[in-house]
């Protein structure tokens, strides 16, 4: 247990942030821990026995230095040129300290909402094709299935196509 987790403690752990997130947009996922860790895309898709298309990405990028989030298949890898004609200005990578100051979250254990302040975000068309995908939950070793188009509302995103596989 980790200071965040102690009962009675103040302060929430990541878990407990992304589960009050979900639950603000009306959903209730069901967490699965995997100890062998679900840090990248990769792992995931191997831990949970899906394919690589289902995991959810969630990248942060910074559009003329305001953080974006870009809601990204497994499969697929974000055409940065795409992105910035899609939202209109220069994209840049975030950096880890980057990705935690926007979204409240780790790298590799970003979900795709409940992040400290809603974020910009976009969701790559081909996640639309899946009857249920897989995303992050706070941690780098949990992820929640849910259905694409709950993964839109929750997230707020646009969807488009600024990834190729
Ligand atoms: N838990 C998995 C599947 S849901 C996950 O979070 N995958 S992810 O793709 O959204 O997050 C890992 C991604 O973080 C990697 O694809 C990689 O592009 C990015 N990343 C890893 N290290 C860094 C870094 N130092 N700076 C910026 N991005 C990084």
Redo the contacts with the bound molecule.
Sequence with gaps: MTGSDQPGSARLSARERFLAGARAQGLAPEISRFPEG????E??AAAVGCALGQ??????FLCDGEAVLAL?S?ANRVDTKRLGELLGGTIT????D??REATGYA????PPFGHVRPLRAVVDGALLGYDTV???AGT?D??FELRPDELVRASGAEVADFATG
Excluded: H, Y
């Design positions: 679900t840090r990248t895309a792992q995931a995991i959810v990405k969630s990248l942060v990204t497994g990578r975030a950096d880890a980057g990705v790298i590799g254990g970003t897989w995303a992050a780098p949990t992820v």
